[in-house]
């Protein structure tokens, strides 16, 4: 028996880290971008800022309060985790999408009924049949 088509499982590892690391780019890039809207910057809280007003408001930010979190995402912190949680919605897309246009994802092991192997046992010589 010939060796199956594995340019299947190959194209949907490709999109897969090609879905990653746009995701682990992206991500935190556009969650520092909306940080930055609301007044999140790496120097701190602006003034004047929503952030700024959420920040007079609870007075003591506690260390792992939400606030302190969106202050350290936004000074740089946390960069890893973020890029990671970016790299898995990267990856969620790629499989979302593949799935709502209809195409498998495979392993690239099953045998691909349209694919350029040539199947000699069910050749009917190119003429269909009723």
Known sequence: MPPRNNRCGEMLTNKLRSGAVVGAAVVPEAVVGVLNLVGFTSLGPA????A?????????VA??????????????????????VGAAVGVTVVLASA???????TSGNEPNPNGDEHDDEHDDGG????
């Open 99 to 105: 799935a709502l246009s209809g195409d498998e994802p």
């Open 47 to 50: 003034a004047g800022s929503m």
């Open 127 to 130: 003429e269909e049949s009723n």
């Open 63 to 84: 260390a792992g309060s939400p606030f302190a979190i969106a202050q350290s995402i936004a000074m740089g912190g946390l960069a890893g985790p973020l890029a990671a």
């Open 52 to 60: 700024a007003a959420i920040q007079s408001s609870i007075g003591c």
